[in-house]
């Protein structure tokens, strides 16, 4: 679908000098602020129309290089409900007036949230993420032992509140009503059983139709409430969009709630608190904060290759995007790996889980990063928890799978469980890999190990390849190169002279002239290291586990290891009415604006009427071919889970503390 859209906007600074008044001013150096008050600053700029017109031309100009504009227009069944025309929803905007510039990001930002892709976001430094909300009692959906469901403070809630939001746990005990003030602690575990005066459910869908990210309906339901994540430098609590927002246009929320052990409904207002971004560059005033967070910098827009001095300068630098990608920092060197991650504005690692909810197993030896191996007391049942698909170091990672895996081995189990809960995706050659590993040699492993893909062959994009077909690109360092690709007829390498986009294959999607390249072939073999000669674990002893958050290069791991292998997929928790998907946006390969900047720079093409200016966007550059059918891109396919785990009380204890999730 359509890749990220990480939008770091140009803004001219045309503001007077700070006064008294000045709402910026007022919030400075301050950690923690009142919703209202970080509302106050972000709301303070008026709409410069010149900046307003760039930013619609640069994502019209960047969304013919998106694989699936065409496609989310209206999705076929079973996401038929994915059905948003960004190219008419940018000609609505650009022919509206907002308030402020912060509401008018806010339309773009609901706009493109509406495809629920979550490789096509628009994302801007200037405003998302820049204060946080946070409430202390984070949700839960737990099954009683009758089967019915109910939302509920998480049993951990004051737990891991304490110990992320010490400084403002007075504030909170102190807002509580009555005889509950001073008595946070007591909320954890409490059935929840209205939310602002209405069913919980009412809540927890009105946030799945606006949340974005996954197509699936019950994931987006599932992101209402906490879950965890295992993160590079360790476990991370996953807060839910009811306790965590990346906004602050929410000041409060009424509960009705039955204590644990108490017969009697208690009802509370509990102010949401605005917490300043980890990424926030200091400022004293408006003026300051627009021009540390809303301008251009080195990163924001692509560069010319051959141009020594921008390469060393890019070099030196984060890109911004690697900030809103869900999945740990990764060099620039490890860049040039084909990547499949999900962008968000919601920080990837933002809260500690507590010493004390952490997994009680010894992680083994070979453990790395992201990807931690436990053996369970049973000494048969190995556990991978993965939390992403890439690590700081390619190779490293590469060899940490096979070495961990090869450990369990060795310790006797002969089951696996691949816990994927959040995992946000990351190097495709890595999903190949580890599909590889695990099953071993045989024809859907070698010499794809993961799935057919194409990209969009638009005018542009046809010109990038014909300009290096010319000797624009000698040394082989960009994307649209044809020694970057094989075909997919024999999966050999395409030559330079190859125009690889060509022969065009022509749709019609939507009622909407489309233009595709023809099948690629593989992609990541051989490795960079040998592959044992056999598999490590049999399909039927293997488990895949989730709660539906394991998308891109995550989606792409389990599709084909579901539906070549049959390997079991599990989704733990989620309302029993909904369907759950054991995973989320596919796509096939994900990159962003400055990559494809980069691209049209490199070849000269810049000052062509179709080259968008310079600006920050993602998109999803390739976009695979399905298992089931392979004719049309497995975005748009069913991909139920095997088993529904409900989640109970004890249960929810067991995963935080022993990984015992089946």
């Known amino acids: 679908m359509f890749a990220l859209f990480s939008l770091v906007i140009a803004l001219r600074l045309a503001l007077s000098a700070a006064s008294p008044e000045d709402p910026c001013a007022a919030i400075s150096g301050k950690k923690w602020v009142s919703p209202q008050q970080a509302r106050s600053c972000l709301g303070s700029f008026s709409v410069d129309k010149d900046i307003k017109d760039n930013i619609i031309q640069v994502i019209n100009k960047t969304l ?63 405003y998302d993420s820049l204060y946080i909300s946070y409430l202390p009692t984070p949700l839960v959906l737990l099954t009683s032992e009758d089967g019915s469901q109910n939302v509920h403070i998480a049993p951990e809630a004051f737990t891991v509140a304490s110990a992320e939001f010490a400084e403002q746990i007075e504030f909170w005990q102190d807002s509580l009503p009555g005889d509950l003030k001073g008595q946070l602690a007591s909320l954890s575990g409490a059935k929840v059983l209205k939310i602002n005066g209405q069913d919980p459910f009412i809540a927890v869908n009105e946030n799945a139709e606006v949340t974005g990210s996954y197509q699936a309906f019950g994931t987006r339901q599932n992101s209402f409430f906490s879950s965890y994540s295992r993160g590079a430098k360790g476990w991370t609590y ?65 560069f010319n290759v051959y141009d020594l001095g921008s390469v060393h300068a890019q070099q030196q630098i984060v890109p911004p995007v690697a900030y809103l990608e869900q999945q740990p920092m990764i060099s620039y060197q490890d860049r040039k790996h084909p990547i499949n991650v999900m962008l968000d504005a919601t920080p990837l690692s933002d809260v500690d889980l507590p010493e004390e909810l952490l997994p009680l197993p010894v992680p083994l030896n070979e453990s790395y990063s992201v990807a931690q191996f436990y053996l369970l007391n049973d000494n ?13 170091n390619f190779t490293a990672f590469m060899g940490s799978l096979l070495n961990g895996l090869q450990e369990l081995k060795s310790l006797g189990a002969n089951r696996l469980i691949i816990d994927v809960t959040n995992n946000g995706g990351g190097y495709i050659c890595i999903a190949h890999w580890l599909h590889r590993i695990l099953i071993g040699p045989k024809n859907t492993t070698e010499p794809q190990a993961g799935l057919y893909t194409c990209t969009r062959a638009g005018s542009l994009a046809q010109l990038i390849v014909e300009n290096i077909n010319k000797g624009g690109d000698p040394e082989e360092l960009l994307s649209y190169n044809p020694l970057q690709w094989t075909n997919s007829s024999d999966n050999l390498p395409f030559s330079v002279e190859s125009h690889w986009l060509r022969p065009t294959v022509n ?54 290891m579901s539906k070549h292998e049959g390997v079991k997929t599990v989704v733990v928790g989620g309302h029993k009415g909904t369907a759950q998907q054991y995973c989320g946006i596919v796509g096939g390969q994900s990159t962003h604006f400055a990559e494809i900047d980069t691209e049209i720079k490199s070849t000269y093409l810049k000052n062509h009427t179709l080259a968008p200016p310079d600006f920050v966007l993602g998109i999803t550059w390739r976009l695979a071919f399905g298992i089931d059918n392979p004719n049309e891109p497995e975005e748009w396919q069913d991909h139920p889970a095997d088993f529904n785990l409900p989640l109970t009380m004890n249960m929810r204890v067991r995963f935080l503390h022993a990984l015992a999730l089946i």
């Open 238 to 302: 996953i807060m839910g969009n009811f306790a965590q927002q990346i906004h602050p246009l929410s000041d409060f929320v009424e509960l009705t709630i039955q204590r644990v052990n108490s017969s009697v409904l208690d009802q509370l207002t509990i102010p949401y608190r605005s917490r300043i971004g980890s990424t926030v560059r200091n400022f004293t005033d408006s003026a300051s904060y627009r021009s540390s967070m809303c301008t251009n910098v080195t990163g924001t827009n692509g």
């Open 380 to 392: 048969i049942t190995g556990v991978l928890a993965l939390g992403s698909f890439s690590a700081a």
């Open 507 to 560: 749709r019609t999607i939507n009622g909407h002239e489309d233009a595709f390249s023809p099948r690629l072939g593989a992609e990541c073999q051989p490795f960079e290291m040998t592959p044992p000669e056999e598999g490590l674990f049999s399909p039927e002893n293997i488990v895949i586990v989730s709660n539906g958050r394991c998308g891109s290069s995550c989606s792409l791991f389990s599709i084909t």
């Open 64 to 126: 013919p290089f998106h694989t699936s504009v065409n496609y989310q227009i209206l999705a076929p069944p079973p996401f038929e409900y994915v059905h948003e025309d960004i190219v008419a929803d940018l000609a609505r905007i650009q022919e509206t007036s907002y308030p402020s510039d912060f509401d008018l990001h806010l339309d773009l930002y609901r706009s493109f949230r509406r495809l629920n892709d979550g490789h096509c976001v628009i994302l801007n430094l200037c």
